[in-house]
């Protein structure tokens, strides 16, 4: 079982938190139609909070911290901008 699932056991049951972390490593070529190569790492952490105040009304909220490490020629596009940010709610 993961660590949501720990805290998860330690809330009342109309509360529910859930994490999630990525990362991973990626290499391009051929940017801009030039021989140039680039390797960076991508990583991003995620976490989830549900409120479920009656059983027809939950409240729902997700942020996420993004960002690229390593790029020598690729500036991190908006998803990797190292910014913390709501994605839903």
């Known amino acids: 079982m993961g660590t949501a699932g720990c805290v998860d056991a330690e809330l009342p049951t109309s ?6 972390y990525r990362n991973r490593v990626e ?3 051929g940017i801009k139609f030039t ?4 390797t960076y ?6 976490l989830e909070l ?3 105040l009656l059983r027809w009304l939950t ?5 996420q911290d993004a960002e690229v490490s390593f ?9 990797y901008a ?6 839903q709610a």
Do not use: C, M, V, Y
Request: proline share 12%; aromatic share 8%; no cysteine.
């Open 50 to 52: 549900s409120i479920q």
């Open 59 to 63: 409240f729902q909220a997700e942020t």
């Open 82 to 87: 190292n910014t913390w940010d709501l994605r």
């Open 35 to 38: 021989p140039a190569a680039d």
């Open 41 to 46: 790492d991508l990583r991003h952490l995620r």
């Open 15 to 20: 509360l529910q938190f859930n994490g999630q």
């Open 27 to 29: 290499r391009s070529g």
């Open 71 to 79: 790029s020598q020629k690729i500036p991190a596009p908006p998803p």
